[in-house]
């Protein structure tokens, strides 16, 4: 029915809309997961880094920056880093020679992201790595660090061997200390405001990995370990972890400020075993020292597994003809 204007039921009629079929629902938009800034320190890793690199890019998790800190590598890392930008999308940073602490630090200022993630650049990360951590932090706002396992391969990339758990290994403060417990910085994701209310790193210490596991472990943070492979982990002559010396020096630095703790004379009887394992071969004299100096109630299976194989080679030279 046709109403002329003017009749007293046109304006009713002007406002009966014309389609009369429901509205279509909209299907809601995926939200979008957190920020993960992925912040890598390079210092001298040229031969590794277009695979590193490219294994950054691969991930699955939709969401992440990268930020790049040469430490003043002496090889070609920097000109290649800027050659490499032509083809990802990070952030470059150089700096005089300070240290992976110091580095990191200098790539943390231009992070946004809630999550933060610290891979070297001779390892390669699996597609997974960053989504799986980074669930699992969404999940568990007590957790302010959660590491992973490693695959581990030699230089050329060859497998070596393939790390292995059941459960998810649970740790607070006073495990961390006292078992001298360090999440790697290859498996480590780290809650932001965790690294933050840890004061980030101390850049004296140009070791970074344990001294931020205990720092955030310090703040009430639990520090979880995933038994998920997340990182194929590169051993070479240059690894970090190879130069006891200075790996001894920053853990004990460490420690330091808790020494009143319980479970200090344990974390150091832990370290100075670590240390052992490569001074009983590169320098023996160091060793007997650093064997010494372990109180005698500390001793234990390892203080006398490091003691035989420190006396195994005169055992060798008495039982020549």
Same mark, same amino acid.
Do not use: C
């Given at each position: 029915m046709n109403l002329k204007k003017g009749h007293p039921d046109a304006a009713l009629q002007l406002r009966i809309p014309m389609n009369t079929e429901p509205p279509v629902q909209?299907? =809601?938009?995926?939200?979008?997961? =957190?920020l993960v800034s992925i912040v890598a320190p390079c210092y001298n890793a040229e031969k590794y880094l277009e695979e590193a690199m490219h294994s950054l890019f691969a991930q699955d998790y939709p969401n992440f920056e990268v930020i790049v800190v040469d430490d003043g590598s002496t090889d070609n890392s920097l000109a290649l880093l800027r050659q490499?930008?032509?083809?990802?999308?990070?952030?470059?940073?150089?700096?005089?020679?300070?240290?992976?602490?110091?580095?990191?630090?200098?790539?943390?200022?231009?992070?946004k992201g809630l999550y933060v993630s610290t891979p070297d650049l001779d390892d390669v990360m699996l597609p997974h790595s960053i989504r799986v951590?980074?669930?699992?932090?969404?999940?568990?706002?007590?957790?302010?660090c959660v590491g992973a396992l490693i695959i581990y391969m030699d230089s050329a990339g060859r497998f070596i061997k393939e790390q292995r758990r059941?459960?998810?290994?649970?740790?607070?403060?006073?495990?961390?200390?006292?078992?001298a417990t360090v999440i790697g910085a290859p498996t480590a994701l780290y809650r932001m405001s965790a690294l933050r209310e840890a004061g980030f790193y101390d850049p004296r210490l140009r070791v970074q990995d344990f001294q931020i596991t205990l720092r955030i472990a310090h703040q009430g943070y639990e520090i979880h370990e995933l038994p998920i492979c997340v990182?194929?982990?590169?051993?070479?002559?240059?690894?970090?972890?190879?130069?006891?010396?200075?790996?001894?020096?920053?853990?004990?630095q460490a420690i330091e400020p808790y020494r009143d703790y319980p479970g200090y004379e344990s974390a150091r009887t832990v370290l100075v075993h670590k240390a052992l394992k490569y001074a009983v071969i590169?320098?023996?004299?160091?060793?007997?020292?650093?064997?010494?100096?372990?109180?005698?109630?500390?001793?234990?299976?390892?203080?006398?597994?490091?003691?035989?194989?420190?006396?195994?080679?005169?055992?060798?030279?008495?039982?020549?003809?």
């Open positions: 909209q299907a =809601p938009e995926p939200s979008t997961p =957190p490499l930008q032509q083809t990802y999308d990070f952030q470059l940073y150089s700096q005089a020679n300070q240290g992976v602490s110091a580095a990191l630090n200098h790539g943390l200022q231009h992070a951590r980074a669930q699992y932090l969404d999940q568990h706002l007590n957790v302010g059941e459960h998810i290994q649970v740790y607070a403060f006073d495990d961390i200390l006292r078992e990182t194929r982990y590169r051993r070479h002559p240059n690894n970090l972890s190879r130069k006891y010396r200075l790996m001894l020096e920053a853990d004990l590169e320098d023996r004299k160091e060793a007997w020292q650093l064997l010494r100096s372990i109180p005698w109630r500390h001793l234990n299976k390892t203080s006398f597994k490091r003691f035989k194989r420190l006396l195994l080679p005169r055992f060798k030279k008495r039982s020549r003809p």
